[in-house]
């Protein structure tokens, strides 16, 4: 790092860093190699006052005050030389996008490790086999990075992909272990045919880490492929196997749905005094005692119940920032406020600035905004007068919101899982949520915590809407796609690449009269737009 010298200003550094995070939404904070702050739930400010640079973190568990005097941005880390409030040595303070911050060559070392304990394991579980070699090689061809350690059982003309991940991986990558192992067997499957009957997956998980991964292989196709799911304790070498029928009480609790009217009057005067400088922005409700201001889907303030200084009376203070930033808005920092809703309005609209970082931030929530706004423009079918975005109630690992929720005009249930970029775990990222809701629906839970007016919702099972557009669509979601259960009604919507100027439905996929092998899929609007190598219409087989 470099040493502090004149050249780095106050400003220049409250820039530096202001920007570095801006666009790290979910970082993680170390101090003295410990992580301190996860930035996915703590909050930031920044201040540039008095010619000092000053960072301020805070979460739940602890609060810190920190001065910088020098900042550097290198592979990902925006390394911090700090001061701590009244000492005068500096320390060091690193903020990283990667939640991994193994180097690549301890990473390396721990996946090779892994390969040999998941293979010890496969001789031990399954003598009858023939262990073909294991691999965690890089194929971007086939979306194969080097997280997952993939092989193949074999047994007479019968056999089994193999795909296990190892315990120093994060929990998103475990959680998206069975994309990839759907994958891999469909590699298997074409690269064996003719030779071997590829009968299934099976998939191993760390010990006490396979929640998601379980309610994901529940709601597969049975007949397409057998599906087993274990967990390896690697300390241990032992194997356990997870019935994946039997779902018990999944992880998911639904919160009552907030009156809507009585915190909007609550809150009448934070939201005019917003509102005479940028009208027309979103007021989302919260809770009884929160209300968030969204311009175009990205949050910019909340305004709050707070204690009186000295008194035990309530009142309501504002605080704005974009992402984790917040500051409680006051006389001092109006001008600054004031200075964030202009950026908004200059850089956040349909034709702004592409390479601005407000018009670039959090692409989805712009999406979810619009839909929201009229979501039967994706479907003619869903009722826009019932809508709910965000909900949190639906906790499954890290993830603790649905894009929509709404309901056709006779009722049932839909699921809106909405992606601005390509990725690849759309379908089953849209498949987790979906059974949450069906889990609620089928307890009737959802009008007794006051959704949807108290109204008679139909006991048939949720719809399943995914919404992308139609250039970015990943290659594997057709694979992905083949492979949902059945008894699942799922619809696949190609939005228009300038959706920010309206959505507008280029085509729709839905899967055709099922089969015993789970049919074929069908454009049933338009024709699906050319990409490098895409085939929209692959047909679903076994």
Not at 387 to 394: D, E, I, K, R
Request: net charge positive; aromatic share 8%; hydrophobic share 40%.
């Amino acid at each position: 790092m470099k040493s502090h010298n004149a050249s780095m200003t106050p400003d220049a550094l409250t820039r530096t860093v202001q920007e570095f995070l801006n666009e790290a939404a979910g970082a993680v904070v170390l101090e003295d190699g410990a992580v301190v702050f996860d930035l996915g739930r703590a909050k930031y400010a920044i201040s540039g006052e008095y010619n000092k640079c000053l960072l301020h973190l805070w979460s739940a568990e602890r609060n810190t005050v920190r001065r910088v005097l020098d900042a550097e941005v290198k592979n990902g880390t925006l390394r911090l030389a700090v001061q701590r409030l009244g000492q005068s040595r500096p320390t060091k303070l690193e903020i990283c996008r990667e939640r991994d911050r193994r180097s690549p060559s301890a990473r390396k070392a721990c996946r090779a490790a892994y390969e040999h304990k998941l293979r010890r394991a496969l001789e031990r579980h399954f003598p009858g086999f023939t262990i073909s070699r294991l691999t965690t090689g890089v194929d971007l061809e086939k979306s194969f990075g080097p997280i997952y350690a993939r092989g193949l059982l074999r047994q007479g003309q019968s056999a089994f992909a193999v795909l296990g991940v190892n315990a120093q991986e994060t929990q998103a990558s475990i959680d998206a272990a069975l994309t990839f192992g759907i994958l891999w067997l469909n590699v298997c499957r074409q690269s064996h045919a003719g030779k071997h009957l590829v009968e299934g997956l099976k998939l191993f998980a760390p010990h006490g880490t396979s929640t998601v991964v379980r309610e994901r292989m529940a709601n597969l196709n049975q007949a397409a492929a057998k599906w087993n799911l274990y967990e390896l304790d690697e300390r241990h070498d032992a194997l356990t196997e997870i019935d994946c029928a039997d779902r018990g009480n999944i992880a998911t609790r639904l919160v009552h749905s907030v009156d809507e009217n009585a915190a909007r009057e609550r809150f009448a005067e934070s939201i005019a005094r917003i509102a005479r400088t940028l009208p027309n922005c979103e007021v989302v409700v919260l809770s009884a005692a929160e209300i968030a201001f969204r311009w175009r889907g990205l949050e910019f303030a909340r305004t709050r119940l707070g204690a009186e200084p000295g008194s035990f009376r309530s009142i309501q203070e504002i605080v704005f920032g974009v992402g984790a930033e917040e500051r409680v808005l006051n006389a001092r920092n109006e001008s600054t406020f004031q200075g964030l809703l202009a950026a908004l309005r200059d850089a956040r609209h349909p034709y702004g600035p592409r390479q601005h970082p407000l018009w670039r931030m959090h692409p989805e929530r712009w999406l979810e905004s619009l839909v929201v706004g009229d979501v039967s423009v994706v479907d003619e079918r869903l009722d826009s007068s019932r809508v709910y975005s965000q909900v949190p109630a639906f906790s499954a690992s890290d993830r603790a919101m649905l894009d929509v929720l709404t309901a056709t005009r006779d009722g049932r249930l839909a699921v809106v899982e909405l992606k601005a970029d390509e990725d690849i775990h759309l379908p089953l990222q849209g498949l987790d949520y979906w059974s949450r809701v069906e889990w609620h629906n089928a307890r009737r839970e959802f009008p007794r915590f006051g959704y949807f007016g108290g109204q008679e919702l139909s006991a048939e099972k949720p719809l399943l809407v995914l919404v992308a557009p139609a250039l970015h669509v990943h290659p594997a979601t057709d694979v992905l796609l083949r492979f949902i259960s059945p008894d699942i009604e799922w619809e696949f919507v190609g939005i228009d690449e300038r959706w920010r100027e309206g959505v507008r439905v280029i085509f729709r996929k839905r899967p055709e009269a099922r089969t015993h092998h789970g049919g074929t899929l069908r454009l049933s609007s338009g024709q699906a737009p050319k990409r490098r190598n895409h085939d929209l219409q692959l047909p679903i087989t076994n």
